[in-house]
């Protein structure tokens, strides 16, 4: 009895549609007699094989299929979850600063519910894998994405801390542009970070260049432009605007640069990092909310009068979208996730004109359609070029066996109308 062994990635041999070990259709069949093997026997055993493989092919084709259907469901599912997510975080947190002005402090406040990334995940582990493994066990393991060494005080101080400040810094910008602006115009805009991210990684990373993402760099600073003259460059919408830009751009610096130092991360990596950064937000950051209430520049009377539903809202909306961002990349196509966050800007819209706070005039719109399209250009894989090559191509050759057909079709009907007036003679004479 053979023994079949297959070497597969670890991480897509679970996943994969076609990588199976499924039993090959007429192994279990008895050989044929090979002495007195006639033309017509052999001419079956090719018809049979034809039959097996072309089985075996729609078993598979059915299987991949499949697959691709679940993986898109779950990107509708994960696109709405993330589009929702990220919109209510928003709504929420204009909403709290009617009530309590302190953009920081709800910086820290959110930033500190990160902590819990890493134990839900944990207890995701635990119900999905059979063998369980302790939460010290599992903690070591995600914390090999640090080095060899693990997590020490170095890297702490080298590899997670400037992070952590870029993430404060990035969050704590997007509020105070909330506090200037409306809530369509600041999601729109931050949607710009995608351009900044491609300039940064072309220039830093040695990207490949790309002209199809010059061309939406070019659109979302005209998109910016646009949208600072919508308002008719007042001095509150300007430094709103300023202020959501330089959250795009901070934002932007924290991806090439974990790309840069710490590279790529799997989901439960991920979810450590972002509890590190959590946990030590709590230790390190604290006393600065403490300092701005006793300079009475984020003060508040008492407790009573903080709007604990809002902030829990926003705290507990950021961190689901931190979830849904790095579970989904996991369980679908990325694109999708980025695609959420693209339509969080009509709804957003949706919200402000509800509540008329919002004045879509002909720039604004364009403005916000230009960075949209911006985005959505950003999305395209780096062969898209290719894959519009080969899509034509495979259309060409669709269409080319039709003709041939066609054409053999004709010359069979004149070969045969020939043979038929060759043989009227013959019969003639």
């Not at 993986?71 to 994960?78: E, Q, S």
């Not at 790529?264 to 006393?287: H, P, Q």
């Not at 689901?320 to 990325?334: D, E, M, Q, R």
Request: proline content about 3%; overall charge positive; some cysteine.
């Amino acid at each position: 009895m053979k023994k079949h062994s297959a070497r597969v990635a670890p991480l897509s041999a679970c996943n994969s549609p076609v990588l199976t070990l499924t039993k090959v259709e007429g192994d279990d069949r008895p050989r044929e007699n090979a002495v007195g093997t006639t033309a017509g026997q052999a001419s079956g055993g090719g018809a049979g094989t034809d039959v097996g493989s072309t089985k075996r092919r729609l078993r598979c084709c059915v299987k991949v299929t499949a697959v691709q259907v679940q993986k898109a469901l779950w990107g509708v599912a994960m696109v709405m979850c993330v589009c929702s997510s990220w919109a209510g975080s928003t709504q929420l947190a204009k909403l709290a600063f009617k009530q309590f002005d302190a953009p920081f402090t709800l910086t820290w406040f959110a930033t500190t519910w990160n902590g819990l990334f890493f134990p839900l995940y944990y207890i995701g582990h635990l119900l999905k894998n059979p063998e369980r493994q302790t939460p010290r066990q599992r903690f070591r393991e995600c914390c090999r994405f640090f080095g060899d060494d693990g997590l020490t005080a170095k890297v702490f101080f080298t590899k997670v801390a400037p992070f952590g400040l870029l993430w404060i810094l990035t969050n704590y910008l997007y509020l105070q542009a909330l506090r200037k602006i409306n809530t369509t115009d600041v999601s729109a805009l931050f949607c710009c970070n995608k351009a900044f991210v491609f300039l940064l990684s072309w220039i830093v990373l040695r990207d490949r260049f790309m002209g199809v993402r010059i061309v939406a760099a070019i659109l979302a600073i005209a998109g910016i432009v646009m949208m600072t003259y919508a308002d008719g460059f007042h001095s509150h919408s300007v430094i709103g605007i300023t202020l959501v830009v330089a959250s795009a751009s901070m934002s932007a610096l924290y991806k090439v640069l974990f790309k840069l130092v710490l590279g790529s991360a799997k989901f439960g990596e991920a979810a450590l990092f972002l509890s590190i950064v959590g946990a030590a937000n709590f230790v390190f950051i604290s006393f600065v909310p403490v300092i701005l209430y006793f300079t009475h520049i984020e003060y508040f009377d008492s407790p009573d009068d903080i709007p604990w539903a809002y902030l829990c809202g926003v705290a507990a909306l950021l961190l689901a979208f931190n979830i849904l961002v790095n579970f989904g990349i996991a369980i679908t196509y990325p694109t999708l996730i980025s695609l959420g966050i693209v339509l969080s800007v009509p709804v957003n819209a949706m919200v402000d004109l509800y509540t008329c706070d919002i004045h879509f005039n002909t720039v604004r719109l364009i403005a916000i359609f230009i960075i949209c399209l911006g985005f959505l250009m950003l999305l395209l894989p780096e062969d898209w070029d290719q894959c519009l090559i080969q899509l034509s191509t495979r259309l060409r050759k669709r269409d080319d066996p039709v003709d041939g057909a066609g054409e053999a079709g004709m010359t069979s009907g004149l070969n045969r109308s020939r043979r038929v007036r060759t043989s009227m003679s013959t019969f003639t004479h």
